[in-house]
């Protein structure tokens, strides 16, 4: 059974940083593709990064320059390092693994960016 956990959500201030963490078990972490997405309230869960088995990373415009996701295959964790925290930035944020066509997602942690 895959499991993902996700840390490190809080409030933070305008301009301040936060470093999300999702820890995995359950699955062939290295061959999976790693990702976090966000939903604000009343709005649709939205793209926000992603870490291929490959190396590739893949990121949302509206965090480019701001949002760093990373993986350690050895500790079964992804994380995504945010910088410069606007308050639009404020969501639920979800780690994702995609493997063969199946995905899996956390339970999410709540980021809450204050102007």
């Known amino acids: 059974q895959v499991q993902l956990v996700e840390s490190g959500g809080g409030l933070v201030q305008a301009g301040g940083s936060l470093r999300l963490s999702c820890a995995a078990s359950g699955t062939i972490f290295s061959s999976s593709t790693m990702a976090w997405y966000r939903q604000a309230p009343g709005k649709q869960r939205d793209f926000v990064a992603s870490?291929?088995?490959?190396?590739?990373?893949n990121y949302a415009d509206s965090v480019k320059g701001r949002f760093t996701i990373s993986r350690d295959n050895a500790k079964r964790t992804v994380h995504l390092q945010m910088s410069n925290l606007k308050p639009e930035d404020t969501a639920v944020y979800y780690c994702?693994?995609?493997?063969?066509?199946?995905?899996?997602w956390g339970q999410g942690t709540q980021v809450t960016v204050s102007s």
């Open positions: 870490f291929s088995s490959g190396g590739s990373t």
């Open positions: 994702n693994s995609h493997l063969s066509g199946r995905h899996y």
